[in-house]
């Protein structure tokens, strides 16, 4: 796919950024600029009371969003490397309070000793925690491991099951993983809350709701099942790369007018710009094997590699 509007605009100088956001721009920022007279900058103007937003009025704002999204990231992907459904459990498993990145440069040594749910299960403990001791919490996470190693192997032949609700009843899997796994290694699809989703569905007005399981419901009402696997990941990209938890950069943000939230963070264009993080930023992503369509670099291997770490921007929780 040639490069977007939308994504040019992310990469952009800062003034050219600027002129997008505002909305003067075709296609899909074309819309933006449309929403912009009912939400975003446009509607932040002082001595103006902005209007309350109807259900209406909000769900087809996010479903705009959600197509910016789709432009401006056309390759939104996991994050976490995998080759197997149960590599993608296992490792979505480990990316509890830690970054992808670290996941993935520790899982290629853990995947080639305990390759299969049998392997794993049989680990002697100590072992394992030594191998994914850089996940952190790796007491817990080694006894998770091996308490869903011998539940696969026992009542499921050894294969990551197929449902939410066989899912959850291994040892330390909840909602957010099982729908990691159900809609990444098995097509099914599924609306993945964690730290960045539930961020920016509050400062995008999709919800008010703290609880993941709330927000994943209020969220579900607003898009169609098929949209839901893609949508999780383009809304976390955009939660790692521009809005961020702490300094989000709204000055350089595609879809800025059509966030109620804009102004939560920097909106100077040029400062904005540099708190860009991975591709967009010039640094490398968090996998050690991207997809073939990923415009940046692949993660480096060894932890600690200037440029690497700063970028990783974890916080995934169940
Ligand atoms: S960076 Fe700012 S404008 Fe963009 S989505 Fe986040 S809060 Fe909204």
Not at 194 to 213: C, I, K, M, N, S
Not at 248 to 271: F, H, M, N, R, T
Request: net charge positive.
């Amino acid at each position: 796919m040639a490069e977007s509007k939308v994504r040019k605009a992310a990469a952009a100088p800062a003034g050219k950024t600027a002129r997008t956001t505002a909305g003067t721009t075709a296609g899909t920022a074309g819309a933006v600029g449309t929403v912009a007279k009912a939400a975003g900058p446009a509607a932040t103007k002082p001595g103006k009371p902005k209007k309350p937003e109807s259900h209406l009025a909000m769900v087809r704002r996010a479903r705009k969003i959600n197509r910016a999204l789709a432009e401006l990231y056309p390759y939104a992907h996991p994050e976490l490397d995998f080759e197997s459904p149960f590599e993608l459990l296992v490792a979505t498993v480990l990316s509890a309070q830690t970054t992808d990145l670290r996941v993935n440069q520790t899982t290629p040594v853990l995947f080639a000793t305990y390759p299969t749910p049998a392997a794993m299960a049989a680990a002697v403990p100590e072992e394992l925690e030594e191998i994914i001791r850089p996940t952190g919490f790796f007491r817990n996470k080694a006894k998770a491991l091996i308490g869903l190693s011998i539940t696969l192997r026992d009542n499921f032949g050894g294969e990551v099951p197929r449902t939410l609700d066989e899912m959850v009843t291994l040892p330390g899997v909840g909602r957010k993983t099982a729908n990691v796994v159900l809609g990444n290694a098995y097509g099914v699809p599924g609306i993945t809350v964690d730290t960045h989703f539930g961020r920016l569905a509050r400062r995008f007005g999709w919800t008010t709701e703290e609880d993941p399981v709330a927000v994943e419901a209020a969220v579900a009402e607003i898009f169609p099942k098929s949209e839901w696997t893609m949508l999780s990941h383009r809304v976390v990209f955009h939660g790692r790369r521009i809005c961020h938890s702490r300094k989000p950069a709204c000055g350089a943000c595609p879809i800025a007018a059509l966030c109620p939230s804009y102004g939560v963070g920097e909106i100077d264009p040029q400062k904005a710009a540099g708190l860009l993080k991975y591709e967009l930023g010039g640094q490398p992503g968090q996998r050690l094997r991207p997809p073939t369509d990923y415009p940046g670099a692949p993660a480096p291997s060894t932890p600690g590699v200037a440029g690497a770490e700063a970028a990783g921007d974890g916080g995934v929780t169940e």
